[in-house]
T-cell receptor
């Protein structure tokens, strides 16, 4: 157990819908990262927050957004969902903003029908 | 943007043999290179990492080497065991200033046969 929690574990929804994925980092970690893992795209970095502020952006679509709250938990919002958004979404946390070991959560499996 | 090539995509070895996985990257400003192990249905876990000012790092049966000139880095696992079977991902990170980039390789499925 990495100490990072994610909810829900599984999510099944329809195209065009909007969902919110939640992540709680390890105690004391200030950075939260979001990743998408699919068979065709592999593991892709989406976005990083550090201490409440967006720090880095990866391959995040405009339909997706995220935020980190004062208690450091983070949410990833996915809207206008498409079939291709079906994937495993991981969040990870680390103590600092860069080049620290990242601890991954168990992931949320999103299925868009 | 950064491109990380990882080879081979699958690797099968006998228990006790060594396994080597190689990654090349394109962004010469990349300065941090972690390796993750992901067992089936589980989360990725960091197994070793190396920073750009170091050429080699070892942790028991696992070692990583970095050649900055050639822009490639490799994971070496010695005396492989069946529990080493997993998908291994390399990553290259450019953490300089506001230009943060993190790119993963496509992964290598390692199978260790008993």
């Amino acid at each position: 157990d990495s100490g990072v929690t994610q909810t829900p574990k599984h999510l099944i929804t329809a195209t065009g819908q909007r969902v919110t994925l939640r992540c709680s980092p390890r105690s004391g970690d200030l950075s939260v990262y979001w990743y998408q893992q699919s068979l065709d795209q592999g593991l892709q970095f989406l976005i990083q927050y550090y201490n409440g502020e967006e720090r880095a952006k990866g391959n995040i679509l405009e339909r997706f957004s995220a935020q980190q709250f004062p208690d450091l938990h983070s949410e990833l919002n996915l809207s206008s969902l498409e079939l291709g958004d079906s994937a495993l979404y991981f969040c990870a946390s680390s103590p600092g903003p860069v080049n620290n070991e990242q601890f991954f959560g168990p992931g949320t499996r999103l299925t868009v029908l | 943007g950064e491109n990380v090539e990882q080879h081979p995509s699958t690797l099968s070895v006998q228990e006790g043999d060594s396994a080597v996985i190689k990654c090349t990257y394109s962004d010469s400003a990349s300065n941090y290179f972690p390796w993750y192990k992901q067992e089936l249905g589980k989360r990725p876990q960091l197994i070793i990492d190396i920073r750009s000012n170091v050429g080699e790092k070892k942790d028991q049966r696992i070692a990583v080497t970095l050649n900055k000139t050639a822009k490639h880095f490799s994971l070496h696992i010695t005396e492989t065991q069946p529990e080493d079977s997993a998908v291994y991902f390399c990553a290259a990170i450019n953490s300089g200033g506001s230009n943060y980039k993190l790119t993963f390789g496509k992964g290598t499925l390692l199978t260790v046969n008993p």
